[in-house]
């Protein structure tokens, strides 16, 4: 764990340094007194990058597809035959989409309030050590999350604010699904929802100027207590940071390392046996992450195209230690439409 926080803070103070070099403008503030740039920049991926000024509001969508293909074992990829030798059923492949619902308002130019409602369906693959396949699914509206974006410091065309979320238990944990055993609940990764209330607290550092932007958030989610499966999912810590160039008024592109650290589940749902298959035990569900993340925004200038943004990021991992054997993430495709008035 020492070595992961270690990585997380070199990110961070890459960050605070090389992106924040050459001589910094001063932001170009409207009547508000804040700026223009407040949200045309920053990477799609990012949640609560940005706050507004007092009564301004937005509503956002993003569609995200994540695509997992084998197995990994710290940082070995494992074939399924090796999985085989020490569970009746291997994983072979999941996907994952997310549809997500955010809306935003700010009461007054500290305080930004947002709210955002995901929509997951999950599909997992298998193989036995017979030689059979399947395939499970689920699919439902995940935990409703709420958060206050608290600005802390000010000065220049420069800011940091405090993220400060909670999620709600509104997403399933119970899903079931048709399998060679029957009718059985899903393994932890198949559910919806965390099943406790969780605490999202952050950190976000934003720069701006005409020509571009930069940034990096430390996040976090602490799960509260055991669900009534008698588990709790892992908690994570979350770094990252990113720059953005503009290259004309309605056009930029972005650049984002991030690096994710997660503990294995405590507790065991007793319906699950974590012999059979490796997404079902509570052991093999831990590891660290570094992705790197590429992206580009269309931002609206003027008649009813105004105040509208369609950004799209493809992130892919370049560095992977998961406590397996585990599916290993390949890339996940990020697309976002903002409106703000």
């Known amino acids: 764990m020492n ?50 000024p007092d009564g301004a509001r937005m ?8 695509e997992m293909n084998g197995n990994r074992d ?34 007054t130019d500290e305080v930004t309030l947002m709210l955002m409602l995901p929509y997951v369906r999950n599909e997992m693959d298998h193989v ?39 999620s709600f238990p509104t997403g399933s944990i119970d899903e079931k699904d048709e399998t060679p055993m ?3 609940r899903l393994p932890y990764p198949m559910q919806i929802g965390s099943g406790t209330f969780d605490l999202h607290p952050g950190l976000t550092y934003l720069g701006q100027r005409d020509d571009g932007s930069w940034g990096g958030q430390v996040s976090g989610t602490v799960h509260l207590g055991e669900n009534d499966n008698d588990y709790t999912l892992g908690d ?7 720059t953005a160039y503009k290259w004309c008024e309605w056009f930029s592109s972005s650049l984002r390392v991030e690096i994710e650290s997660w503990k294995n589940i405590s507790g065991a749902d007793s319906r699950l046996d974590p012999t059979l298959v490796p997404t079902a035990d509570p052991d093999r569900r831990g590891g660290t992450q570094v992705d790197l993340g590429l992206g580009s ?45």
């Open 3 to 52: 070595a992961r926080i270690a990585l997380l803070t070199a990110i961070l103070i890459i960050c605070g340094t090389g992106m924040t070099g050459g001589k910094l403008q001063a932001a170009h503030e409207d009547h508000t007194g804040h700026s223009h740039h407040d949200h045309a920049y920053g990477p799609i991926g990012v949640m609560g990058d940005h706050t507004h």
């Open 59 to 66: 509503i956002s969508y993003r569609y995200m597809f994540m």
């Open 74 to 107: 710290g940082s070995d990829r494992i074939s399924a035959s090796e999985v085989l030798e020490d569970f009746p059923v291997s994983p072979t492949d999941m996907n994952m989409w997310m549809h997500m619902l955010g809306g935003m308002w700010a009461p």
């Open 128 to 166: 036995t050590r017979m030689g059979g396949t399947f395939t499970t699914e689920s699919e439902g509206s995940g935990d409703l999350k709420a958060a206050a974006l608290i600005s802390l410091l000010q000065w220049g065309c420069q800011t940091i604010h405090i993220n400060a979320g909670v």
């Open 182 to 184: 029957g009718r059985v």
């Open 236 to 242: 994570r810590i979350c770094g990252t940071t990113w």
């Open 297 to 341: 925004s269309l931002l609206g200038q003027a008649g009813v195209l105004k105040g509208h943004r369609l950004a799209v990021e493809w992130e892919w991992p370049i560095y992977r230690d998961l406590d397996g054997p585990q599916l290993e993430t390949d890339w996940v495709w990020t697309v976002g439409w903002q409106k703000t008035w």
